[in-house]
């Protein structure tokens, strides 16, 4: 599980670095969406995975005797896919309204030389 | 006991922002809300900063969860001066903002979200969890985003989306290495990782994730080679919105990196080098950038990234004067860098354009603005009674004290950059002030003239606020010296710090 986890990140990080260093608009928002995704996962990984040991201390004993599942790194995860959602989709609506008003997908379009610039 | 007043910073703007949102398109009452909720918040940064100097540091755990396990709340003299001098920049926009933003921006959600982002600075800087850390990091950028889109013209439009896209960049790469940091010791709280992180096994893996907390705050700090967002972004926003951004947002990244390098990462010999040569870069690229800007916000742009340099390469040098003079010079930057701001817009409103080719002759028609205005630029200039000399003096001091070859570059480019700033500056004293106006200008109306006597007093007046406070930081720089030595002592020793959260060593 561990090992397919970090090939998982790898390709998130590797493709969403790939992607941001694209020229479109459209890529660069798939790659910072992808590289999100990928540090959320990091979070999970090295928040140390243990299956089937849910986290709730047994009726019968007051403490935990016994290795459980960390609940920190989903609640950290849980956070950062909110923030990140929310962020995204104001990215979105900011990248459609560029489009609308450059009619254009191109990053190196976004230089339009104010007349300050002699 | 709980010391409540540690989260007041946080609530109040949190509450004015909600409270503004209730008056959605009726600019009027939510000026006075906002006045009210940034005056109310100087009081209690003050009430923060009198109590933390007087019984030291103060703690406040979320929910009363104990330390390593719930939140924590900290505010030591560093946090709680920083609360202080962002209530004074925030009161200041406030003002200014009450005349200075349109009714059109003013009936969206400029107030709110304007108040969210105060909110966003206090909580960053009073948090001592890591990861609530970037979720305040989070709850800027995403205020500052409305804020620099707000209104919506091509050019905000194009400075928008490299702001955006390279803050989340760096959002990501912070979140990387709060994954990789709580991996290896499975604590958050910065006071508990203090004492964790020095006996990890794996030190190489953690001058990596220092590395890459440095990447992350120095896109968000604006330094050499990562700043390029800054100039093309920080001019487009009304100056309202570019003042609290030049004063506020570039110089918490700055905390955070002060805050992480002291507390958690103590730079070795190889990361000192790195960051001299970083503060260097920063420190050239941005004075030689001013140089050729003819437009006075980019020029101010650059003059941001260009001072950065000196507090990173103060936090390199890593001694008490060194880091004492970085923080000095740091509440010195956040007034003038809001001012600075501020007067390009009144320059705006009264010329129609801040190229300065086009300006002139403001010295002959505004004498008392002029004089105002020559305040605040001799004190950014380092002129000696006024306040950027006093920091100055300590980074030189720290940087000969320090024989690396490293350091003395430093010195060079210190001296280089202060030098450039004073040409850069008194180039623009004579295009904007004293040059006659030219010929094609003349028939532009003064948009400033006009107006009534309070919109005037609202756009003069923080300017006069932060300039007075520039004057009392350089003439009563023994005070501010005091303080910024005892922020560079407890950087130095975080045992009381570390005491306070945990209650124990």
Same mark, same amino acid.
């Given at each position: 599980m561990e090992l397919l986890l970090v090939i998982m990140i790898a390709i998130l990080y590797a493709s969403g670095i790939f992607m941001l260093l694209r020229r479109s608009m459209v890529r660069l928002l798939m790659g910072i969406i992808l590289i999100g995704n990928g540090a959320n996962l990091l979070i999970f990984l090295l928040g140390g995975i243990t299956p089937g040991k849910p986290p709730v201390i047994a009726e +019968?004993?007051?403490?935990? +005797?016994e290795a459980y599942a960390d609940p920190v790194p989903q609640a950290l995860i849980l956070t950062a896919i909110v923030i990140s959602f929310g962020i995204q989709s104001f990215a979105i609506v900011l990248l459609r309204q560029v489009y609308r008003l450059l009619e254009s997908d191109d990053l190196d379009d976004l230089n339009t030389p104010l007349e300050e610039d002699i | 006991m709980i010391q409540h007043l540690i989260i007041l910073p946080v609530l109040v703007h949190l509450i004015t922002g909600t409270v503004n949102l209730f008056f959605w398109g009726k600019p009027q009452p939510q000026r006075v809300m906002s006045l009210l909720g940034t005056f109310t918040a100087m009081l209690i940064a003050f009430a923060l900063f009198n109590q933390v100097r007087s019984e030291g540091v103060m703690v406040m755990h979320a929910a009363n969860w104990k330390a390593p396990f719930g939140i924590s709340f900290v505010a030591d003299t560093f946090s709680s001066s920083m609360v202080l001098f962002t209530s004074f920049a925030g009161f200041a926009v406030s003002l200014f903002s009450a005349a200075g933003i349109s009714a059109v921006r003013a009936q969206y959600a400029f107030y709110p979200i304007f108040h969210f982002l105060l909110m966003g600075l206090n909580g960053a800087f009073l948090t001592g969890d890591l990861f609530n850390l970037y979720v305040w990091f989070e709850v800027i950028i995403m205020a500052s985003f409305v804020l620099i889109t707000l209104g919506g013209s091509k050019a905000q439009m194009e400075g928008g989306v490299k702001y955006v896209s390279l803050n989340l960049l760096a959002s990501v790469i912070f979140l990387t290495a709060i994954a990789i940091v709580y991996g290896l010791t499975g604590t958050l709280n910065l006071a508990d990782l203090a004492i964790t992180l020095p006996n990890i096994k794996n030190q190489g893996l953690i001058n990596i994730t220092a590395l890459l907390f440095f990447i992350g705050f120095g896109i968000k700090s604006a330094v050499f080679p990562l700043y390029f967002w800054l100039p093309s972004s920080y001019h487009t926003p009304p100056s309202a919105v570019a003042a609290i951004f030049a004063g506020l947002l570039t110089k918490v990244g700055v905390y955070a990196m002060l805050r992480m390098f002291t507390l958690l990462f103590h730079p070795d010999d190889f990361m000192t080098a790195i960051i001299l040569i970083i503060s260097l870069g920063t420190m050239l690229t941005g004075a030689l950038g001013a140089i050729i800007k003819t437009d006075l916000k980019r020029m101010f742009s650059y003059l941001i990234i260009c001072h950065i340099g000196y507090m990173v390469g103060g936090l390199a040098l890593f001694t008490q004067a060194a880091l004492g003079g970085a923080v000095f010079y740091l509440f010195h930057d956040m007034m003038i860098k809001t001012n600075l701001f501020l007067i390009a817009g009144v320059i705006k409103k009264i010329r %129609?354009?801040?190229?300065m080719p086009k300006l002139g002759g403001l010295y002959h028609s505004y004498p008392k603005f002029a004089l105002l205005v020559a305040i605040v630029i001799f004190s950014l200039a380092g002129t &000696? &009674?006024?306040? %950027?000399f006093w920091p100055k003096i300590y980074l030189f001091q720290a940087g000969f004290a320090n024989t690396s070859w490293a350091s003395n570059y430093y010195v060079i480019g210190l001296i280089f950059s202060s030098l450039i700033t004073l040409y850069v500056l008194a180039k623009m004293w004579k295009d904007v002030f004293w040059k006659k106006q030219p010929d094609t200008q003349i028939h532009v109306p003064d948009h400033f003239q006009p107006l009534s006597f309070m919109k005037k007093l609202s756009l003069i007046l923080p300017i006069v606020f932060l300039a007075s406070i520039t004057l009392y930081i350089g003439l009563d720089a023994e005070r501010v010296l005091t303080v910024a030595n005892d922020i560079a002592k407890e950087m130095l020793n975080p045992k009381p710090y570390i005491k306070a959260v945990l209650g124990h060593l």
């Amino acid at each position: 599980m561990e090992l397919l986890l970090v090939i998982m990140i790898a390709i998130l990080y590797a493709s969403g670095i790939f992607m941001l260093l694209r020229r479109s608009m459209v890529r660069l928002l798939m790659g910072i969406i992808l590289i999100g995704n990928g540090a959320n996962l990091l979070i999970f990984l090295l928040g140390g995975i243990t299956p089937g040991k849910p986290p709730v201390i047994a009726e +019968t004993k007051s403490v935990f +005797t016994e290795a459980y599942a960390d609940p920190v790194p989903q609640a950290l995860i849980l956070t950062a896919i909110v923030i990140s959602f929310g962020i995204q989709s104001f990215a979105i609506v900011l990248l459609r309204q560029v489009y609308r008003l450059l009619e254009s997908d191109d990053l190196d379009d976004l230089n339009t030389p104010l007349e300050e610039d002699i | 006991m709980i010391q409540h007043l540690i989260i007041l910073p946080v609530l109040v703007h949190l509450i004015t922002g909600t409270v503004n949102l209730f008056f959605w398109g009726k600019p009027q009452p939510q000026r006075v809300m906002s006045l009210l909720g940034t005056f109310t918040a100087m009081l209690i940064a003050f009430a923060l900063f009198n109590q933390v100097r007087s019984e030291g540091v103060m703690v406040m755990h979320a929910a009363n969860w104990k330390a390593p396990f719930g939140i924590s709340f900290v505010a030591d003299t560093f946090s709680s001066s920083m609360v202080l001098f962002t209530s004074f920049a925030g009161f200041a926009v406030s003002l200014f903002s009450a005349a200075g933003i349109s009714a059109v921006r003013a009936q969206y959600a400029f107030y709110p979200i304007f108040h969210f982002l105060l909110m966003g600075l206090n909580g960053a800087f009073l948090t001592g969890d890591l990861f609530n850390l970037y979720v305040w990091f989070e709850v800027i950028i995403m205020a500052s985003f409305v804020l620099i889109t707000l209104g919506g013209s091509k050019a905000q439009m194009e400075g928008g989306v490299k702001y955006v896209s390279l803050n989340l960049l760096a959002s990501v790469i912070f979140l990387t290495a709060i994954a990789i940091v709580y991996g290896l010791t499975g604590t958050l709280n910065l006071a508990d990782l203090a004492i964790t992180l020095p006996n990890i096994k794996n030190q190489g893996l953690i001058n990596i994730t220092a590395l890459l907390f440095f990447i992350g705050f120095g896109i968000k700090s604006a330094v050499f080679p990562l700043y390029f967002w800054l100039p093309s972004s920080y001019h487009t926003p009304p100056s309202a919105v570019a003042a609290i951004f030049a004063g506020l947002l570039t110089k918490v990244g700055v905390y955070a990196m002060l805050r992480m390098f002291t507390l958690l990462f103590h730079p070795d010999d190889f990361m000192t080098a790195i960051i001299l040569i970083i503060s260097l870069g920063t420190m050239l690229t941005g004075a030689l950038g001013a140089i050729i800007k003819t437009d006075l916000k980019r020029m101010f742009s650059y003059l941001i990234i260009c001072h950065i340099g000196y507090m990173v390469g103060g936090l390199a040098l890593f001694t008490q004067a060194a880091l004492g003079g970085a923080v000095f010079y740091l509440f010195h930057d956040m007034m003038i860098k809001t001012n600075l701001f501020l007067i390009a817009g009144v320059i705006k409103k009264i010329r %129609g354009t801040t190229n300065m080719p086009k300006l002139g002759g403001l010295y002959h028609s505004y004498p008392k603005f002029a004089l105002l205005v020559a305040i605040v630029i001799f004190s950014l200039a380092g002129t &000696p &009674p006024l306040s %950027g000399f006093w920091p100055k003096i300590y980074l030189f001091q720290a940087g000969f004290a320090n024989t690396s070859w490293a350091s003395n570059y430093y010195v060079i480019g210190l001296i280089f950059s202060s030098l450039i700033t004073l040409y850069v500056l008194a180039k623009m004293w004579k295009d904007v002030f004293w040059k006659k106006q030219p010929d094609t200008q003349i028939h532009v109306p003064d948009h400033f003239q006009p107006l009534s006597f309070m919109k005037k007093l609202s756009l003069i007046l923080p300017i006069v606020f932060l300039a007075s406070i520039t004057l009392y930081i350089g003439l009563d720089a023994e005070r501010v010296l005091t303080v910024a030595n005892d922020i560079a002592k407890e950087m130095l020793n975080p045992k009381p710090y570390i005491k306070a959260v945990l209650g124990h060593l």
